[in-house]
Structures are given as structure tokens and as C-alpha cells.
């Protein structure tokens, strides 16, 4: 008989992980959501079998449950769930941005039925709701996984068969270093990002051409700020102090910064630009660490209908297969660049050749 999952808060995220559950028709999923038309959706795009806006009755079939609402209501779910009349035993993951209040919550439950493992997809989209859901959002993404104290390694692994459609990558961290990493690389980069947004605003009264200035290094720098406000307000909030702290840090660095400038310290400038491209250049080099890895190329192509497909062509041609494709930034007649990902440095290298020798402008990462 076919496994159960529900999933609650079938939004971009929930409803991502139930296309790419659904697909492999090995589960019967079971969509909860407080919003009707979110549900209706669902069912009528087959990211779903069932779905119910009674979450009693819902979880009372559940094998799994996934909490994929935002992380306060997620909070209060696990309240819910704890005082539930579970018949059988279940296992709750999440997939909130932030672990350390989740686990905290649910280090505390009672109902003996469940087993809660925390869970972190790293992939997302500035959009939001079910409608922005995507089937292949999570392939080659980290999938972090959080253990709470009554977790088992056989509960994992079940989880993680669930998961596996994702064909994500598992990390097992403490939620405590979960919250450190993600503040450091996704949580406080959003705040900055944002701010410089409004520093922009705020020149623009001064300066009306200023947006039409706007190059590639703003725009990439700042594409996360158009993200979804609520969630990102929920994140900072549900990691404040983490992200407190990185703001002092960060608010003495810009001090230091300024005294660079401020005293013509060249030498001392270029010391800190190079450190900064070193580290940054090295975000590409893998096989180091928990995280698993891909090797990078970076092809030149022009904006013209076919530069894309030409370059998947010409790799399919010889049966190499690429793990991730993105696009980095192209502006009408202007050359944008490709970062293709492969699985093995021997594929990196025979792609280079490739391309290279079918004229392309190729470059390795780092
Ligand atoms: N958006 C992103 O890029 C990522 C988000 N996350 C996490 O995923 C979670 C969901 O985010 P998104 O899917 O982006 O948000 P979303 O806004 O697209 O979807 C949230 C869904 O939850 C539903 N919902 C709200 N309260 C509910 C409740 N009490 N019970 C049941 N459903 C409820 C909403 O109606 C909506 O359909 C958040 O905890 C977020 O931290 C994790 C990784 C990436
Ligand atoms: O900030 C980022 O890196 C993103 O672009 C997407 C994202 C948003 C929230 C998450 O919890 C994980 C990934």
C-alpha cells in the first residue's frame, strides 16, 4: 500500500516538493492548506491526490507530514499536532528557513506517535504561492536535514526516500549551526541587499536617471530584495539574534572600510579587494567539506535566438550531461554568460575542449 504524506502549506515550497513527490507515483499526497484556491489548484494541476482544509482529519492517515507553512504558523502546527489523537506513528519534517526555534518546539512534544526531523531545502524563488511551484526546483540543491531527539537513523532514512525525489543532496546539521550558516550566506545577505536598495531610492530623488544606470553589479547584488516581504520578515525574526550579531560585525567592518578610504590607505584597499576575490573565487571550488560538488564552466554567449541552444546541443552531441544550467546576465546585443555545472572534473574538462573548439569563449572557474 502506498505511503501517505501530507503536506501543509502548499505554497511555493510545498508545492514544489509535491511535484516533485507526485511524479514518481510511489505516494499518495494529501494537500492541507488554509487557503481554498491554493488546494483547488493543486488538485486541478495534479500536484496533489486529496487535499482538505481540516488538518485533524488530514493528518490522522499520515505517514509523513511535511510542514511547509511560514515558520511561525509552522510553530503553531506543531502545537496543533502535539495535542492530536494520532492513530499511528508519524514522522514531521519542516522545510523552514530557520531551525533553532523549530527544534526547540518540537524537542518539546509528547504525542509518542511522533518523530520530527528537521528540514531545510536550500532553493527557492523570489515568488511566491503554489502557482511559482516547480517540480525541478530542488534537483542539485543542498537539503539540509536538522535531528530533533527522538530522531533514529532508520526514521532518516525513511525520510530521506521520501525525499530522494527532490534529487537534492542531504547535509545533517545542529540546528544551532544551521541558523550561524544560513544567517551568514542567505539570511543577512537579504538584509543588505535591501538596504542597498533604499540607499538607491534615496539617490533616485536626487538623481531621476539613477535606475536607468542601474548595470549588472547592482542588479545582481541586489536580486534577492525582491523577495517575499512576510517570509523575510519571519526569517529575521525568527534569527535575530544571530542576525544581530552579524550586523554589528558588519557595521564595524564598514567603520574600517571607511578609514580606508578615508586616509587613501591604497595598498591596504587592494590587500582587502584581492582577499575578498580570492574567497569569492573559491565558492566554486568544491569537494571540500559536507556540501557535494560540481565543477563549473562559464561560456560567452550573445543574446540571439539559438546561442543557448546551441551550446545544450553541442554537449548532448556527445552525451554529456550537465547538472545545472544559469544564466547570468544578458542584455539585448550584449554578451551573457552561461555557468554550466557538470558532475565530474573530467566532464568539466572534455566540455571545455568542446566548446572551445567550436569557437566559444570558455572559462573555468577560478
Ligand atoms: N521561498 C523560498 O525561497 C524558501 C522558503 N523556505 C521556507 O518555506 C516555508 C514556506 O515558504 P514559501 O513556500 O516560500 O511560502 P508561500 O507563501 O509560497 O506558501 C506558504 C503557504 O502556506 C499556507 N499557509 C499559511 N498559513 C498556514 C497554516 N497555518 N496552515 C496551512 N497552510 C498555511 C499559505 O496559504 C501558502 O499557501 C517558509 O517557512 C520558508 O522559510 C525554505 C526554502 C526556500
Ligand atoms: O537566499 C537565497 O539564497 C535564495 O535565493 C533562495 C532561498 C530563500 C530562502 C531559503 O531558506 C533558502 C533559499
Not at 546539521?173 to 550566506?185: F, K, Q, Y
Not at 571545455?352 to 577560478?366: A, F, K, R, S
Amino acid at each position: 500500500m502506498k505511503q501517505t504524506i501530507v503536506i501543509a502549506g502548499m505554497g511555493l515550497i510545498g508545492g514544489s516538493l509535491a511535484k516533485s513527490i507526485f511524479q514518481s507515483n510511489q505516494h499518495h499526497i494529501v494537500g492541507y492548506d488554509v487557503d481554498l484556491k491554493t488546494l483547488e489548484y493543486a488538485q486541478l494541476n495534479e500536484m496533489i491526490h486529496e487535499s482538505t482544509t481540516d488538518f485533524t482529519l488530514a493528518v490522522q492517515q499520515a505517514d509523513f507530514i511535511i510542514l511547509a507553512a511560514p515558520i511561525s504558523e509552522t510553530i503553531s502546527l506543531l502545537h496543533d499536532l502535539d495535542s492530536l489523537p494520532l492513530k499511528k506513528d508519524v514522522i514531521v519534517t519542516d522545510v523552514a528557513s530557520v531551525k533553532t526555534s523549530i527544534l526547540e518546539t518540537a524537542n518539546t512534544l509528547t504525542n509518542e506517535h511522533i518523530t520530527f526531523i528537521g528540514g531545510h531545502p536550500m532553493a527557492g524563488s523570489h515568488k511566491k504561492g503554489v502557482e511559482a511551484a516547480k517540480e525541478h526546483l530542488f534537483e542539485n540543491a543542498i537539503y539540509v536535514l536538522t535531528p530533533s531527539i527522538r530522531s533514529t537513523e532508520g526514521k532518516i532514512a525513511s525520510l530521506k526516500n521520501i525525499l530522494k525525489h527532490t534529487n537534492s543532496n542531504f547535509v545533517t546539521l545542529n540546528s544551532n549551526e544551521h541558523d550561524e550558516m544560513t544567517g551568514v550566506i542567505s539570511h543577512f545577505p537579504h538584509l543588505i541587499a535591501s538596504s542597498l536598495v533604499h540607499q538607491a531610492k534615496q539617490w533616485g530623488d536626487k538623481h531621476t536617471y539613477l535606475p536607468t544606470l542601474a548595470a549588472g553589479g547592482f542588479r545582481d547584488i541586489t536580486r534577492i530584495a525582491s523577495s517575499n516581504p512576510e517570509m523575510w520578515q519571519d526569517i529575521f525574526y525568527h534569527n535575530k539574534f544571530k542576525m544581530s550579531k552579524l550586523l554589528k560585525d558588519w557595521i564595524i567592518e564598514m567603520s574600517s572600510l571607511k578609514e580606508l578610504l578615508d586616509t587613501n590607505d591604497k595598498e591596504s584597499m587592494i590587500t582587502y579587494l584581492k582577499n575578498a576575490k580570492v574567497y569569492r573565487d573559491g565558492l566554486g571550488e568544491k569537494d571540500k567539506g559536507a556540501i557535494p560538488s560540481f565543477h563549473d564552466l562559464y561560456v560567452d554567449i550573445q543574446d540571439q535566438t539559438g546561442a543557448l541552444a546551441s551550446v545544450v546541443q553541442l554537449l548532448a552531441s556527445k552525451e554529456i550531461s550537465i547538472k545545472n544550467i544559469q544564466i547570468l546576465e544578458i542584455r539585448e546585443g550584449i554578451t551573457g554568460a552561461l555557468r554550466l555545472s557538470f558532475p565530474t572534473q573530467d566532464l568539466q574538462i572534455q566540455s571545455y575542449h568542446l566548446l572551445q573548439n567550436h569557437g566559444h569563449e570558455v572559462m573555468v572557474q577560478n
